[in-house]
T-cell receptor, first 118, second 115 residues
Framework: AQTVTQSQPEMSVQEAETVTLSCTYD???????LFWYKQPPSRQMILVIR??????QNATENRFSVNFQKAAKSFSLKISDSQLGDAAMYFC???????????????FGQGTILTVHP | DTEVTQTPKHLVMGMTNKKSLKCEQH?????MYWYKQKAKKPPELMFV???????INESVPSRFSPECPNSSLLNLHLHALQPEDSALYLC??????????????FGNGTRLTVT
């Protein structure tokens, strides 16, 4: 079974600084996607960034970037120039692209609460 | 603004009540999902509809009954719930459950309290 582990229940960062959130996963599959979702107090789960396992180049979306280490099964999120609006719960998620009813199912980590200090 | 709309935003119901949660999207997505989320926990998948047919049921109790009347709408009918069913219920949609690059788009959720 696939599992996703976020070892940091809580993190904090000063505004304008950089913070890295950790995520590791366990899978025997080779074809999958990894995601980071953000859930602010407004409750909506917002897609931050995604990475296809076959792509070696790390994904980047503006101030958000990932460090994808496939062999180590690690997928960390780096937030640069942190802003107050980045405060939220961040979930790492894994989606397998393999057959049967598991296809497309999203497995979430336990989440990391990020606090941004002014 | 979210492209997946859920109503109501809050719902309080007794254990003998019957209520429904509604979800609507107009992005042309053909896969729709119900998730249950407890406070400070990750979402847990309940049901997946693909092309208006139920394709995944994660062994959810029968007091939760999903319905997908058309490609834009997803309902969750609630009956005889228990206090432990109190949670945030999230709806999501994606282009296609089997499409490789098809991320989920979530609504704002319905906060359900069972008294």
């Amino acid at each position: 079974a696939q599992t996703v582990t976020q070892s940091q229940p809580e993190m904090s960062v000063q505004e304008a600084e950089t913070v890295t959130l950790s995520c590791t996963y366990d899978t025997s599959e080779s074809d999958y996607y990894l995601f980071w979702y953000k859930q602010p107090p407004s409750r909506q789960m917002i897609l931050v960034i995604r990475q296809e396992a076959y792509k070696q180049q790390n994904a980047t979306e503006n101030r958000f970037s990932v460090n994808f280490q496939k062999a180590a099964k690690s997928f960390s999120l780096k937030i640069s120039d942190s802003q107050l609006g980045d405060a939220a719960m961040y979930f790492c998620a894994y989606r397998v692209n393999a057959g049967g009813t598991s296809y497309g199912k999203l497995t979430f980590g336990q989440g990391t609460i990020l606090t941004v200090h002014p | 603004d979210t492209e997946v709309t859920q109503t109501p935003k809050h719902l309080v119901m007794g254990m003998t009540n019957k209520k429904s949660l509604k979800c609507e999207q107009h992005m042309g997505h053909r896969a729709m999902y119900w998730y249950k989320q407890k406070a400070k926990k990750p979402p847990e998948l309940m049901f997946v509809y693909s092309y208006e047919k139920l394709s995944i049921n994660e062994s959810v109790p029968s007091r939760f009954s999903p319905e997908c009347p058309n490609s834009s709408l997803l309902n969750l009918h609630l009956h005889a719930l228990q206090p432990e069913d109190s949670a945030l219920y999230l709806c999501a949609s994606s282009h296609n459950r089997l499409l490789r690059d098809s991320p989920l788009h979530f609504g704002n959720g319905t906060r359900l309290t069972v008294t």
